[in-house]
C-alpha cells in the first residue's frame, strides 16, 4: 500500500524542511492547547501562510489539539477551531472528548484523528472511535506489528496512523503522571520535565553519584526498513521539539527507504550525529526488554573513534568521517556524565595546518587550555558537523507569498437609476 510520510514541525522553519525533504503531511502545534508546549509552535498567521505552502504542494497540514483542557479554557476553543477553519488545516488530533465535541458542533467539516494518548491499543478501541466519527487513529505506540495488522484488517475504512521514528515514553502511550506529580507540570498538559531521564538509585532515590543509573530512559524508536510492512495509512515520525536539520535528516531517510531505496547507512549516521540517543525496534517484533539506555542521556553525537594520544595540548586520533575545522567534538572523560565537548579551531595532519581531513587519516586537533584529563581509548564523537549542515539545506517561500482565501458570495443588484462612477 502507498503511505504517507507523516513528518513534526515545532515551528515553521521544521515544516519547510519536512515538506522539502519529502513528507506527505506534516503535524504541529499552536501556541495553547499542545502536548508539545515547550516547542516553539506556530502562530496563527504561520499557520495560514504554512497551510497554504504546503496545499501549494498537495501535502497536508494536521494540527493537534491534544492537551485535556480545564473549564475555564473550554471557551477559548470556539474561536480557536474558527481559525482552523479559516486556515484550511486538514485534521485535527485530539485526546479531550470535549474538545471532540466542540469540533463536531462548529467544525464538522475538519477531519479527527484520535491522538495516541487515547491509548488505543485493540480493535474494540479503534472501532468504538470510528462509531464516533473519528477519520483517523492513531495507534499506541506499544502494539506488535501482528496487533496492527488484526486491527487493520478488521477496520480496512478507518486510517491508522502509527509512530515509526523517536523518542520514546517509559509509561503505556503516553500517559505518565511521574512529572505532574513530582514537579507539578503534566505530560496530559504538555509540560513534562523527563523526570525519566534523570539519574536514580534502584530505591529511587534521585542522586547524582557514580552508582547511579537512568532507570527509565528510554532508546529512541526506529523502525526503519520494518516501515515497509506496516498496513496503515500513515507513518509517522516523532520530534516536534527537535530542530529543522534533525526532521530533515529523518524525513529524508524514511523518504527514500518508502521510495523502495536501501535504507542508507551513511544517512543513518547523519542522523545520529545530529542527535544520539540509541535506537531500538521497541515491541514491534515481539516483547522487548532492550529498550532503555541507563549509562547516559543527551546528545554526544556519532562515535567516530577514541583517543589515541595527547601531545603537547593537541588531541591526536584517526577519525572514522570526515572532519573539519569549527565542527563539534565531545569526549567522555570517565569521571562526569556529561563529556567534554569543544569546537575545532586548529587541526593538522603530518603537522600541517589543514581545514578539513579525510576519514581514516591521522589528525592532530589543538586542544582548549582548560581541557579535563582525557584518558587513552576514551571514545571521540562528532556532535556538530558543518558538512552534515550543508548538506540538509531546504528551500521556503518568500514572506506573504503564499495566504488562504475565503470565497463568499456576492449579489449585485442594478436598476434603472443606478449611478455608475
Not at 139 to 144: G, I, K
Not at 352 to 365: L, R
Request: net charge neutral; with cysteine; proline share 4%.
Amino acid at each position: 500500500m502507498k503511505h504517507e510520510l507523516l513528518s513534526p514541525a515545532g515551528n515553521i522553519e521544521a515544516g519547510y524542511a519536512a515538506l522539502y525533504y519529502g513528507a506527505d503531511a506534516v503535524y504541529l502545534g499552536l501556541t495553547k492547547f499542545s502536548a508539545r508546549a515547550g516547542a516553539e509552535n506556530f502562530t496563527a498567521e504561520e499557520l495560514d501562510t504554512f497551510t497554504a505552502y504546503a496545499h501549494h504542494l498537495n501535502k497536508k497540514v494536521y494540527v493537534a489539539l491534544n492537551t485535556i483542557l480545564s473549564e475555564d479554557e473550554i471557551n477559548d476553543l470556539p474561536e480557536m477551531i474558527q481559525t482552523l477553519k479559516k486556515t484550511k488545516v486538514d485534521g485535527l488530533i485530539i485526546q479531550d472528548l470535549g474538545v471532540y465535541y466542540l469540533v463536531k458542533k462548529y467544525a464538522p467539516e475538519i477531519e479527527l484523528h484520535a491522538s495516541t494518548q487515547m491509548a488505543v491499543h485493540n480493535l474494540e478501541g479503534a472501532k468504538f472511535l470510528k462509531s464516533l466519527g473519528f477519520k483517523r487513529v492513531v495507534l499506541a505506540r506499544e502494539l506488535t506489528l501482528n496487533e496492527i495488522k488484526k486491527i487493520a484488517s478488521a477496520l480496512p475504512d478507518l486510517d491508522l496512523e502509527v509512530f515509526i521514528h523517536g523518542a520514546l515514553c517509559y509509561s503505556y502511550s503516553g500517559q505518565c503522571l511521574f512529572s505532574a506529580l513530582e514537579y507539578g507540570k503534566s505530560a496530559n498538559r504538555g509540560r513534562c520535565v523527563y523526570p525519566c531521564r534523570a539519574l536514580y538509585k534502584e530505591d529511587g532515590e534521585n542522586v547524582t553519584d557514580n552508582l547511579c543509573g537512568h532507570l527509565f530512559s528510554m532508546k529512541d524508536l526506529a523502525l526503519e526498513e520494518k516501515v515497509l510492512d506496516i498496513p496503515a495509512l500513515s507513518l509517522k515520525i516523532e520530534g516536534r521539539k527537535k530542530s529543522p536539520l534533525y526532521v530533515a535528516a529523518v524525513t529524508n531517510y524514511y523518504r527514500h527507504i518508502l521510495d523502495g531505496n536501501k535504507k542508507n547507512l551513511n544517512e543513518a549516521e547523519d542522523i545520529k550525529q545530529i542527535f544520539s540517543r540509541p535506537w531500538c525496534q521497541f515491541h514491534f517484533n515481539g516483547k522487548n526488554k532492550d529498550i532503555t539506555d541507563e549509562q547516559f542521556v543527551g546528545h554526544r553525537g556519532l562515535i567516530i573513534g577514541k583517543v589515541e594520544k595527547i601531545i603537547k595540548n593537541k588531541l591526536c586520533f584517526t577519525p572514522s568521517r570526515e572532519i573539519a575545522r569549527y565542527d563539534g567534538l565531545q569526549i567522555d572523560s570517565g569521571k562526569d556524565e556529561k563529556p567534554y565537548g569543544f569546537g575545532i579551531k586548529n587541526m593538522y595532519v603530518n603537522q600541517k595546518s589543514v581545514f578539513k581531513a579525510d576519514a581514516g587519516t591521522f589528525v592532530e586537533i589543538e586542544l582548549p587550555d582548560d581541557h579535563p584529563h582525557l584518558a587513552y581509548d576514551a571514545p571521540v564523537y562528532l556532535a556538530s558537523s558543518t558538512a552534515v549542515k550543508g548538506k540538509y539545506d531546504y528551500k521556503k517561500p518568500k514572506p506573504n507569498e503564499y495566504r488562504n482565501y475565503t470565497a463568499f458570495e456576492v449579489t449585485v443588484e442594478i436598476s434603472a437609476d443606478t449611478i455608475w462612477h
